[in-house]
């Protein structure tokens, strides 16, 4: 049984529809990277499916509950289970390192002693020791990245959800990130979901690639058999991002 599945998902923003019925499943321990050009509705599908939004139809599973539908402690409990990392870190500018990381762990009133432990253990995973006092701005992108994904883990989730994480990053950046993500798969064992647009990542980091083509899933996949597609959807889609300037900036 899978433990995230989406059911003939449906979301539109007044009468632009943005998911036409997508339907997904993810297996326990899975690395699947939702695929798809700018504006192909990968961020609204992976917001639907950790609660953040409501779709206008259709459902999402994880774990055999229905989050579409669960409320109170019931979607409390699921989301303690979830780590999410924002396309740009999303780190508060007045708090440090250590307390950007450790507000999900104060959030749910964990032990100080603990807290700075977890907090601790997060940060070298990441390769980010030492760097508990220092503030948002005092950092690199990719440092900003790196602290993202710490207080991602942090909670010790069993999914972990990326939004776009090379975005904003020079390649070299961008490729540490892809190795870090692979390096947490393998260490923690969770499920995790990537969104990007990003096809150096999704073939890195990938046990499975689907790509979201006007509303649906058009093709899945594995990385090779992306890789080597002569034709079809996920072919055209490498052929025009290999056309396109790369979007991470500089």
């Known amino acids: 049984m899978p433990v ?70 019931t979607l409390y409990g699921i989301r303690r289970n979830m780590g999410f990392v924002f396309q740009w870190s999303a780190l508060f500018d007045s708090m440090t390192v250590f307390e950007n990381v450790a507000l999900p762990l104060v959030e749910m009133k964990i032990d100080p002693d603990e807290i700075r432990k977890r907090v601790d253990e997060a940060l070298e995973m990441v390769e980010m020791g030492g760097t508990q006092r220092l503030y948002p701005a005092e950092l690199s992108g990719g440092m900003k990245k790196r602290v993202g994904v710490a207080r991602a883990i942090v909670s010790k989730p069993r999914y972990l959800f990326y939004d776009e994480p090379t975005t904003g990053l020079d390649p070299i950046t961008a490729d540490t990130i892809c190795s870090l993500i692979s390096e947490l798969d393998r260490k923690l064992g969770v499920t995790s979901v990537v969104v990007t647009h990003d096809m150096h990542l999704a073939t890195k980091v990938s046990d499975r690639i689907v790509l979201l083509s006007e509303g649906v899933i058009a093709w899945e996949g594995s990385p090779a058999e992306a890789i080597s597609s002569k034709r079809g959807p996920v072919a055209d889609f490498i052929e025009a991002t290999s056309l396109q300037p790369q979007e991470r900036g500089a």
């Open 4 to 73: 995230i599945e989406v059911r003939d998902l449906w979301k539109s923003f007044g009468k632009q529809p943005v998911l036409k019925g997508v339907n997904l499943r993810v297996e326990d321990g899975e690395t699947i990277t939702i695929l798809g050009k700018s504006g192909s509705g990968k961020t609204v599908l992976l917001k639907n499916i950790v609660g953040l939004m409501r779709p206008d139809r259709g459902s999402v599973f994880i774990d055999g509950v229905n989050i579409t539908r669960a409320k109170g402690k």
